[in-house]
């Protein structure tokens, strides 16, 4: 299956209401086939595929989902959405769960986007983590799990950044859970844009001024 992966298309706050709307494919995550059909089928165990919605559709309810990726050894799907005026944050669901509503704009990370009466949550996912717009942070960069060889410690740990600040943190997802959750002292980075991993599982570091950067255990430090 081919994930992908749609901003809600407006300006701020989602005017056109997109992220709650079934019926576009604007904030939403969409799930197809790209095997067995010209240009493409829609599974049938799409959330709408039989009606409701557009059959496209896996999830709904994202404003800038930057970005996504699956965790192969437990089956987790990590998104880093970005947030409107307060809130950046990561929503960790199992991959095998259709029909996910992350909230946007009734929510903005784990409140409501504008606190009233109708903002009514119920059925809505609350991110696994969230963080404000504090500290010259502005926009979150979803990473990969390190399920590499070389650096054991951190083995199913997420890392993650932001496009501003350019700090490197990590927490381990389990049993429903967030724990270990770190700051690595890796000095600037300059503007993370992206995460990336080899055929070994090692992670790399995209920054906007043009660098990759690999992560390694520095020699005879201990990783904690």
């Known amino acids: 299956m081919l994930y992908i992966g749609m901003g809600d298309g407006g300006s701020q706050g989602d005017p056109h209401g997109n992220g709650q709307n079934r019926n576009v494919l604007l904030g939403k995550l969409l799930r197809i086939n790209v095997d067995r059909a010209d240009p493409y089928l829609v599974p049938t165990a799409n959330p709408y595929s039989k009606g409701g ?76 983590v969230s963080y404000t717009h504090e500290n010259s942070t502005c926009s979150v960069i979803g990473g990969i ?56 599982g090692e992670l790399y570091i995209l920054t906007s001024g043009g660098r990759v950067y690999r992560i390694i255990k520095s020699p005879g430090t201990t990783v904690r």
Not at 74 to 88: A, N, R
Not at 90 to 103: D, H, L, Q, T
């Open 145 to 200: 799990v390190y399920r590499g060889e070389k650096i054991p410690e951190i083995k199913g740990q997420y890392f993650y950044s932001d496009y501003c600040n350019s700090w490197l943190r990590s927490f381990t997802f389990a049993d429903g859970k967030v724990s270990d959750q770190h700051e690595w002292p890796v000095g600037k980075l300059g503007s993370v844009v992206s995460f990336g991993e080899d055929s070994q």
């Open 53 to 128: 919605g557009r059959g496209e559709i896996w999830a709904i309810g994202l404003r800038n989902p930057w970005r996504f990726s699956f965790d192969r050894f437990t089956g987790l799907l990590y998104i880093g959405d970005v947030g409107q005026d307060k809130y950046e944050e990561i929503n960790v669901v199992p991959m095998s769960i259709a029909g996910v509503n992350y909230g946007w704009n009734t929510m903005e990370g784990p409140s409501c986007y504008k606190p009233s009466r109708f903002c009514n949550q119920a059925g809505m996912q609350i991110p696994a």
